[in-house]
Structures are given as structure tokens and as C-alpha cells.
């Protein structure tokens, strides 16, 4: 039987790992921000670089993504949250955080399921197989906009329920 403060442990080694695939996930994110700055492309006129750049970050940022599926998604740290629910069942002083934890689960699995649709399904198909020409260079910066707000929003989300575990 595994103890509560084991249980707690592995559920936060598992935070802290999904944490770090997100915070280096937002600083991809970041550079294609800064790779399609609208601005920049309007006062340089270098769209084509952009694009190549763009579509690199994008690579990137797909890659990390499938890793992070790979490796570190929710579903792992669900699973071990459920050990560390069922580990701290038996102690009433403890009880009353296992709604908190399962809400903020939840909302950690649909940021997760949007940042996943973002990237793949609305990005991809703005910049991957285009002339510069043919890039909606505004719907892609709302696109990436989007993904960094998904990011903060995954890491708050996973620092909160660090800390609610007692992490």
C-alpha cells in the first residue's frame, strides 16, 4: 500500500515535469510571437523569412507537443493524482480538497485538449505549405495569442494544484 506522502511526492515529481514541458513550450511560443511581429514584418518586409522561421517554430512547438504526450500529459498526473486521492481517503482533514483537485484536473485537461487543437488543427494549416503572400499574418498572430494564453493558463493551473497537494 502506498503511503499518502509517497503518493503526494510522485503526484508532484509529476507536476513539476509537466511544468517544465509547459514553460518550455511557452518560450517557443514566445519566439514565434516574436517571429511573426506584425510590425517587424510590415517595417522590414521580410514575410518569406518570416514564414521559414514561423514554420520552424511551428515544427518545434508540434514536436514538444507530441513529447509532452507523449511523456508528461495530464492523463500521467491524473494518474497519479488518483493514487494520492485514494492514499489521503482515509484522512478526514484531507478530504476536502480531493473536489478541488479533481476540478483543477479537469480544467488542466481541456487547456491541454485546446492548446493541442490550436497548434495542430488552427496554426498548421495558416503557415505550413503557404507562400508569404498567401499567410493571413493577423489570424496567425491571434492563433498564437491564443496559445500563449493556453500556456499561462496550464501553468497556473499546474502550480495550483501543486500547492493544493501541499507540493
Not at 518586409?45 to 512547438?61: C, M, T
Amino acid at each position: 500500500m502506498v503511503t499518502a506522502e509517497k503518493a503526494q511526492q510522485e503526484a508532484v515529481d509529476e507536476l513539476h515535469k509537466e511544468l517544465n514541458y509547459f514553460l518550455r513550450e511557452y518560450d517557443i511560443a514566445e519566439d514565434l510571437e516574436k517571429v511573426v511581429d506584425l510590425k517587424r514584418l510590415v517595417r522590414k518586409g521580410d514575410s518569406e523569412a518570416a514564414l521559414k522561421a514561423a514554420q520552424h517554430y511551428l515544427l518545434l512547438l508540434r514536436k514538444f507537443e507530441s513529447r509532452e504526450q507523449w511523456w508528461e500529459s495530464v492523463d500521467k498526473v491524473r494518474g497519479k493524482l488518483d493514487g494520492f486521492l485514494k492514499a489521503i481517503d482515509k484522512h478526514p482533514q484531507l478530504k476536502n480538497i480531493q473536489g478541488r483537485i479533481k476540478t483543477l484536473v479537469t480544467k488542466l485537461k481541456i487547456f491541454e485538449g485546446k492548446l493541442m487543437v490550436d497548434t495542430a488543427d488552427r496554426l498548421r494549416p495558416e503557415i505550413e505549405g503557404k507562400k508569404a503572400n498567401e499567410v493571413d499574418w493577423p489570424k496567425v498572430m491571434s492563433i498564437i495569442k491564443e496559445i500563449l494564453d493556453a500556456l499561462r493558463a496550464l501553468v497556473l493551473l499546474n502550480k495550483q494544484l501543486t500547492k493544493t497537494i501541499g507540493g
